[in-house]
């Protein structure tokens, strides 16, 4: 996830990222920074499970840092990061749906 932020904040042309259970900080990539230098013209999704505390907390965080182009989704559960696709039977058609909305 965080390397998704990373990576659209690199590709300006890049319109979207969903990032799952994304952190503050995680093995040294940070998301406050890329996030803050997005244009207004890309979009991020930040997705976390309710009970996954670190991302959950990181993505309110998140979220308020540039709530003008990041949505945010807490979803029922504890899963992290991809095996949310497994535990949230339409996430993965919400995700289609958020990127061809892009």
């Known amino acids: 996830a965080n390397l ?23 093995r040294g990539v940070v998301t406050d ?12 999704w930040l997705v976390t499970a309710e009970g996954d505390e670190y991302s959950n907390e990181s993505v309110l ?9 990041a949505t945010m989704s807490i979803l029922s559960g504890k899963d992290h990061g991809t ?6 039977p339409t996430l993965i058609s919400d995700i289609t749906k958020f990127i061809n909305s892009l």
């Open 4 to 26: 998704s932020l990373d990576a659209l904040e690199r590709y300006k042309d890049t319109k979207g990222a969903v990032l799952l259970s994304p952190g503050l900080t995680y």
């Open 33 to 44: 920074k890329p996030l803050k230098s997005l244009s207004s013209s890309q979009k991020v």
């Open 61 to 69: 965080k998140l979220q308020q840092i540039r709530p003008d182009i």
């Open 83 to 88: 095996t949310l696709l497994g535990s949230q």
